[in-house]
């Protein structure tokens, strides 16, 4: 408006130049200042304009890239934590998980798919489960709970319930991990109880390359932050420091427990290319020199012409400032414009036209055949009938499709115009602009989709074969013993509507472990298979059989099922079972033994039918082989007898009930105390003193004797330290030790803990359940009692089957002969005969002998002469507990006649 105003007041005072005023001359150079700061301020703004438009793109651009690989990253993390999550489902039922089940199940996690590193299973937080075993197996038996560097984070995991990502951290091994620990509980009588953890680690290299972090043709630098899930406020622990402190673009990655953030950057950063800003900035500084020109020529003219001269001048300026906007827009949108004139067909392309079809500058007119030759085979059909159908309805016009540049490379392009009626000549007038990128960008999308679909099914594929690997023996096929609770659930949930199990029967194979140790795991393999199929084929089609242990099969009778039938089924199972089977050419014999239960005595659960077959099954066990036996009444009742047995022992054990009863052993020759023996005793608060035939069998059967062994050994303890500061002069105590103790791995830790004297203590091992069957446990432990200073005897000798070979490998310090062998030697030369021999055994292999059992002073004699070293029995003292054997201690001994 400046600039029309001084034209209006110069067309209204005309003059000529060569008259021009002081004040004239002024106002001309004002206008040309005026004019020029008008040129520089909208040249600024355009500028800035230009430059935030460029960064803007370069923002977009960078945005969709990190959130292609934020999508990736967060795919496969998750993808892995599904996998493991799988594995978890078959943790759950199957708590007591062996290692080499736990390697079978976690290889089919490492496919080339996941990330996986290893995977490690720590029951009670303590590491006993880890696969792949190479390179990790230092990892076993680490205690989570003793481990400063683990301990909070674990903890924090079972407390939380619930899975925790961290890292990434350097790994021993080498490399970085993100380690997810994952809490895993079970159903313990209907309650949730704490299992331990899982942890998984996945490998960060494979990770970050798998999503594309570490694609070297990457145009863009890339940080990632928010170590250990903590999000944008945490650590940086990828790529370059400087991405965070240029203005990045972020996305965050979402985890199961937090997050992470990706930044990024252009490589080159966020200024523009310099040649465009410059070509631009070029463009504009032309633009502001054609507006000066107009004014310098008006200025110089001649007043007649300056009338026509300002108008001409004022057209041209709203035509530039429109040019100027249109090539603004038009450059960056980098949108290409052309015009059609529908009665001549005449075509007018720009030069971004141009540069999109990549046509020569040879070909000064392009026409409609020129645009044809540039389609793409597969979209020249389709385009030109859309073209044609836009001229045809004179309507709006909209296609996409594909050209092919001189060099082969293929564009895609997106295409709008409409027809306008310009004059008489109608014209269609349209928009071209190049979507490849978009396209790309599309596809790259799909892909990743299709192939996070592609692993959903992968996923979904292995979580159904782990799950039937869970519920089904992988030899024999069969249902395993979680398949049997869920059927024996939906029977009981049944059973209120119609009862529908019956009956079950347990089926336990007979001589099935010398078959393995005879003919090798192959045979015992091939007839559990045998068994299995023989099984299929003798119940009806609505029973069920499945595989519950190494050698045990169970039967569920669905229909009502008589004792008769149920008496015939077993029959014809073991009569089956006997017909031996032939495996590698040779005769695999073997038999069974059967356990039946139904559905009576008030059992309100499926499960409880388990129980009693159980019980019946060690009632036929019990009667000899090859026989099967129903749970009855009586049963029922011994069973409930047997519980409240156990229960008060378990309670008499908390109570301190079981207490040691000391009797004395004397030297053979001049009858001197040479120690005493310590047997259990319980003394029941209403039953009174109780001696172990009344409870051993129950102990043993719920695995108890070991506590009581311990109990009697800490009393016995302390007893002989009371004994050694009164100067009773009793050297030693003799303890007896079950098999259940030998078996524990940390005996010998145990023991350490209660600083035994070297030669004050001996372990008395019963012979009929230890020699010749002990295995590498046993014998370690007994080299760790012998190194402790305790000496070892044989109790019960003469009863069992031990061979001389296996009591010159154990080497006793002493013999005790049974009393069985002892007490008739009075009235039996065969029995005085046998015990010579075990003395002479003794005597032969530097062992002492001691016998028990001797009642009378005939016997000592006897014994005396035989060459017996130490004598024990009711002919020198019962039993006593520590308060009277002090008494007896003191007075002279009296012996029995």
């Known amino acids: 408006m400046a600039i029309g105003s001084w034209v209006d007041h110069m067309g209204s005072k005309p003059r000529k130049w060569a008259a021009k005023s002081v004040g004239g001359i002024f106002g001309f150079r004002s206008l040309l200042l005026a004019a020029f700061a008008l040129i520089v301020v909208v040249g600024v703004l355009a500028d800035l304009q230009n430059r935030e438009a460029a960064e803007q793109d370069l923002r977009i651009s960078v945005s969709e890239r990190i959130g292609l690989m934020r999508a990736k990253l967060e795919g496969n993390i998750n993808g892995n934590v599904q996998l493991v999550r ?151 622990f990828f790529g370059q420091a400087h991405v965070l402190a240029s203005s990045p673009v972020t996305a965050d990655v979402v985890l199961p427990n937090g997050s992470w953030q990706l930044a990024a950057i252009p490589k080159t950063g966020w200024e523009p290319d310099s040649f ?22 008006a200025g110089h003219s001649s007043e007649q012409r300056k009338r026509s001269m300002r108008e001409l001048q004022i057209r041209e300026e709203s035509l530039q400032r429109l040019s100027r906007r249109l090539e603004l827009a038009l450059d960056a949108s980098k949108v290409g414009v052309w015009e059609l004139n529908l009665e001549t067909d005449e075509l007018v392309w720009d030069d971004r036209m141009r540069e999109l079809y990549d046509v020569p500058d040879t070909v000064k007119k392009p026409d409609v055949d020129v645009w044809r030759g540039t389609l793409h085979p597969d979209d020249a059909q389709r385009a030109e009938a859309e073209f044609e159908e836009a001229l045809r309805s004179r309507g709006q016009y909209r296609s996409d499709f594909r050209v092919v540049s001189r060099k082969g490379a293929v564009r895609h392009i997106r295409a709008k115009a409409a027809v306008h009626d310009v004059g008489n000549a109608p014209r269609i007038i349209g928009l071209n602009w190049d979507v490849t990128a978009d396209v790309k960008l599309q596809d790259a999308l799909k892909q990743a989709k299709s192939e996070m679909e592609q692993r959903n099914a992968e996923l979904e594929a292995t979580k159904a074969k782990i799950e039937h690997m869970a519920l089904h023996d992988s030899l024999t096929g069969l249902p395993n013993r979680r398949f049997l609770d869920i059927e024996l659930s939906g029977s009981a949930t049944g059973s209120k509507r119609g009862r529908s199990a019956r009956a079950l029967l347990i089926v336990d194979l007979d001589r099935f472990k010398q078959i393995n140790d005879t003919f090798g795991h192959a045979a015992g393999d091939a007839l559990l298979i045998h068994v299995s199929e023989a099984l299929r084929s003798l119940i009806r089609p609505t029973d069920f059989v499945a595989r519950i242990g190494g050698d045990e099969f169970v039967i569920v009778c669905r229909q009502y099922t008589d004792a008769t039938y149920l008496t015939g089924l077993a029959e014809s199972i073991v009569e089956h079972m006997r017909e031996p089977m032939i495996h590698n050419g040779n005769e695999c014999r073997f038999g069974v033994s059967i356990g039946i239960s139904t559905a009576e005595y008030g059992i309100d659960e499926a499960s409880q039918l388990l129980v009693n077959a159980d019980l019946a099954l060690y009632q036929a066990k019990s009667t000899g082989r090859n026989r099967f036996a129903f749970f009855t009444a009586e049963l029922h009742a011994a069973t409930l007898r047997t519980k409240t047995l156990a229960d008060e022992m378990l309670r008499g054990i908390e109570e301190g009930e079981f207490v040691p009863f000391y009797q004395p052993q004397f030297d053979a020759s001049d009858h001197s105390i040479t120690g005493v023996e310590a047997v259990a005793r319980w003394r029941h608060p209403v039953h009174g003193t109780l001696t172990p035939d009344r409870f051993l069998d129950v102990s043993d059967e719920f695995n108890v004797t070991a506590a009581i062994d311990r109990a009697i050994l800490v009393q016995t303890l302390e007893d002989m330290k009371s004994w050694s500061q009164n100067d009773l002069g009793i050297p030693r105590a003799s303890v007896n030790v079950s098999a259940q103790r030998l078996h524990d791995p940390e005996l010998h830790e145990r023991l350490a803990e209660l600083n035994i004297q070297p030669g004050t203590l001996s372990f008395e091992l019963v012979e009929s359940i230890f020699l010749d069957d002990y295995d590498d446990v046993v014998l370690r432990n007994i080299e760790g009692i012998r190194a402790m200073g305790i000496d070892i005897e044989i109790d019960d000798f003469g009863t069992g089957r031990t061979s001389i070979v296996s009591l010159m490998k154990l080497n006793p310090r002493r013999l005790k002969i049974d009393r069985q062998l002892i007490i008739p030697m009075t009235t039996s030369r065969a029995s005085r005969q046998l015990a010579k021999s075990v003395i002479e055994i003794g005597k032969a292999l530097n062992i002492g002998v001691v016998a028990e059992g001797v009642e009378t002073m005939r016997h000592a004699q006897l014994l005396k002469r035989l060459g017996c070293d130490i004598l024990q029995g009711y002919a020198f003292a019962r039993p006593m507990p520590a308060e009277d054997l002090v008494a007896y201690l003191k007075k002279p001994v009296e012996l029995s006649a």
């Open 86 to 236: 799988g594995l978890i489902s078959t943790l759950k039922t199957e708590p007591d998980m062996s290692q080499e089940r736990f390697a079978e199940l976690s290889s089919h996690l490492f496919t080339d798919n996941s990330q996986l590193r290893n995977i490690a299973g720590a029951p009670d937080l303590v590491i006993s489960l880890m696969y792949p075993m190479a390179g990790n197996g230092r990892a076993i038996g680490l205690d989570f709970r003793k481990n400063a560097a683990q301990r909070e984070a674990v903890l924090q995991v079972r407390d939380e319930g619930k899975m925790i990502i961290a890292g990434p951290v350097d790994l021993v091994q080498g490399g970085q991990g993100v380690i997810g620990r994952f809490p895993v509980f079970t159903e313990v009588d209907g309650e949730r109880a704490f299992w331990g953890i899982v942890s998984a680690v996945i490998d960060a290299q494979r990770l970050f390359e798998d999503s594309g972090l570490l694609d070297p043709d990457l145009p863009i630098d890339i940080a990632v932050v928010g170590r250990d899930a903590k999000g944008a406020s945490g650590e940086q």
């Open 276 to 297: 465009a800003i410059w070509w631009r900035r070029a463009l504009i500084i032309a633009a502001g020199f054609l507006v000066l020109l107009p004014i310098l020529i």
